[in-house]
């Protein structure tokens, strides 16, 4: 049900930290997915800050992408986040690294760019 990959996948160490991501995500499985799991939450967060101020978001929370009407529009608007301190490009996911604050940066930045 799972495929793990990397270039270090078969050291013992690499695995033994993979083991236990997996068992962390699955005893919290219910705090981080599903319809109140903080992914959920924080992509949700995001996807309609960024389509309340103009910025088009589309698919699940979980993984959105903001769509524009040229590839030229599209890095005009990553340019300009990267320079207000924001790194971003296609697709957003939230990971459970990022919290509300995050959110609220991104949608500052988003929202000096006109």
Known sequence: ??????TF???PWMCAIAEK????????ASGIYGEHGLLRM??????????????????????????FDT??????????????GVIVD?????????TMADVDRTLAAAEKIK
């Open 21 to 28: 991501t997996v068992r962390h995500l699955t005893y919290y």
């Open 9 to 11: 996948g078969g050291h």
């Open 42 to 67: 924080i992509g949700s967060a995001l996807k309609d800050g960024l389509n309340a101020r103009g910025i088009k978001v589309i698919g699940q929370p979980e993984r959105s992408v903001a769509v």
């Open 1 to 6: 049900d799972v495929f793990y990959s990397t």
């Open 90 to 98: 296609r697709p957003f996911f939230p990971t459970l690294a990022h």
């Open 71 to 84: 590839e030229d529009e599209r890095r005009a608007w990553c340019s300009q986040m990267i320079a207000r």
